[in-house]
């Protein structure tokens, strides 16, 4: 199958997924070494069908149109533009998108 977007991280979605690393190895780098590939892995899902996840609630009052994909307790905050999917952050799943 032929990938459809091609997948981008912003700077911010980037040094979110650090944070991510740093939070989780401080516990066990193991353990965060495998999330983050997880989570990778997801995040290029996103080049076949980037759709398929649901319209994120902040959009009513944020005035957007983003999209978030799910993995384990964050939230993987999306737009669409195009044949480009752009991740603009990786947020845990209990706080609200602040741009």
């Known amino acids: 199958m032929q990938k459809a977007y091609k997948v981008n ?23 965060a070494r495998k999330f983050i590939l997880e989570l990778e892995e997801k995040i290029g899902s996103l080049s076949s069908f980037p759709e398929r996840s649901p319209s994120i609630p902040e959009n009513d009052f944020l005035g957007t149109n983003y999209r978030h994909l799910i993995h384990k307790k964050y939230r993987v905050i999306y737009r669409e533009e195009r044949k480009n999917v752009f991740v603009l952050r990786i947020i845990h799943g209990s706080k609200l998108l602040d741009l």
């Open 9 to 31: 991280l912003t700077h911010t979605a980037q040094r979110d997924l650090g944070q991510i690393f740093s939070h989780i190895s401080e516990d066990s780098f193991s353990k």
